[in-house]
């Protein structure tokens, strides 16, 4: 079946920009997740969403990232007056039970910010 | 705050072989320890996860162990094949270690 996708794919923004990054879930999967995975780092946590509510927003850099999940579908991560420290791979992930953070995660390929 | 650290941070080993990588976590009350594979472009994928109920697991030629009082868990794989290349992670919950490229030797 249809894993979790991501889009865009690869985004180039020059400093200063608005973006938002979109995540579409596994269907029915309750919880969601975005991660920042620096180049040759392990992916950091941002943001949990358990349906639509946000759960643990503690790892958002600063106040120029926002995560939405409105319907507790489909999810959007946006960053405001983007900077070239927020340039990094964009990580989403589902997992199908709302039991916290302790359960089976599915990635999405990410989406690579390039900020100029 | 949680903190997940993981060694080594390269790895080669001939085909055949097997090879070991550990990593320990600093928060007492994890319960959960995943441990992903990562390849060019790709997210990452699960491969074996264990519980804090649990001391080892083993799924084909992977294995995990975990020693909850040292806190620390390590990943195993014997007779690695090339397509075992990639980078791989521990994560303690959400809390990921900082990866290990593993590289096989033909």
């Known amino acids: 079946g249809a894993g979790v996708s991501q889009s865009p794919r690869y985004k180039v923004a020059k400093r200063g920009q608005d973006v938002a990054l979109r995540c579409d879930p596994i269907?029915?999967?309750?919880?969601l997740f975005w991660y920042q995975q620096a180049l040759g780092q392990g992916p950091e946590f941002l943001t949990y969403?358990?349906?639509?509510?946000?759960?643990?927003k503690s790892g958002l850099p600063s106040d120029r990232f926002f995560a939405e999940r409105p319907e507790g579908s489909v999810s959007t991560l946006k960053i405001q007056r983007t900077q070239q420290e927020d340039s990094a791979v964009y990580l989403c992930?589902?997992?199908?039970?709302?039991?916290?953070?302790?359960?089976?995660?599915?990635f999405g390929p990410g989406t690579r910010l390039t900020v100029t | 705050g949680e903190n997940v650290e993981q060694h080594p941070s390269t790895l080669s080993v001939q085909e055949g072989d097997s090879a070991v990588i550990k990593c320990t976590y600093s928060d007492s009350a994890s319960n959960y320890f995943p441990w992903y594979k990562q390849e060019l472009g790709k997210g990452p994928q699960l491969i074996i996860d264990?519980?804090?109920?649990?001391g080892e697991k083993k799924d084909q030629r992977i294995a995990v162990t975990l020693n909850k009082t040292a806190k620390h868990f390590s990943l195993h794989i014997t007779e690695t094949q090339p397509e075992d290349s990639a980078v791989y992670f521990c994560?303690?919950?959400?809390?990921f270690g900082s990866g290990t490229r593993l590289s096989i030797r033909p």
């Open positions: 992930a589902s997992s199908l039970i709302s039991a916290g953070t302790g359960n089976e995660q599915y």
């Open positions: 969403f358990q349906n639509e509510a946000q759960l643990d």
């Open positions: 269907s029915g999967h309750v919880s």
């Open positions: 994560a303690a919950g959400i809390i």
């Open positions: 264990i519980r804090s109920n649990v």
